[in-house]
């Protein structure tokens, strides 16, 4: 089975709640079990890029061409998850791309 890696929680502060509230990625299930791999954070700098790139090093370590991933959160965490991932796959990766029309998850593949 097929694994959807999402590179960071993301969602929303509310404060009328006084919480973060995670965006719904529960469509992306269709394509896969979900793997969150970084923990949210309220600026795009709270976590290191030591921590970041062992950290996706480690989570991605089994990732195929069969899996997917779903780039949500900073850009240096998903420039360095879909580099981790091109790594081990000889540069292909699926992408998880949501379309606000359809309002459904589509494919992208790309070759590096």
Not at 76 to 81: D, P
Request: net charge negative.
């Amino acid at each position: 089975m097929s694994i959807v890696y999402q590179v960071q929680q993301s969602g929303m502060f509310v404060k009328s709640i006084g919480q973060f509230v995670p965006f719904d990625t529960s469509q992306a299930e269709a394509f896969g079990e979900i793997k969150v791999m970084l923990p949210s954070s309220r600026n795009q700098f709270d976590l290191s890029d030591e921590f970041i790139c062992q950290t996706l090093v480690m989570e991605l370590e089994d990732f195929t061409e069969e899996d997917y991933l779903l780039l949500m959160g900073t850009p240096r965490a998903m420039a360095a998850a879909a580099a981790i991932a091109a790594d081990n796959t000889d540069g292909m990766v699926q992408v998880l791309n949501w379309d606000k029309h359809t309002k459904r998850y589509v494919v992208s593949v790309l070759e590096v």
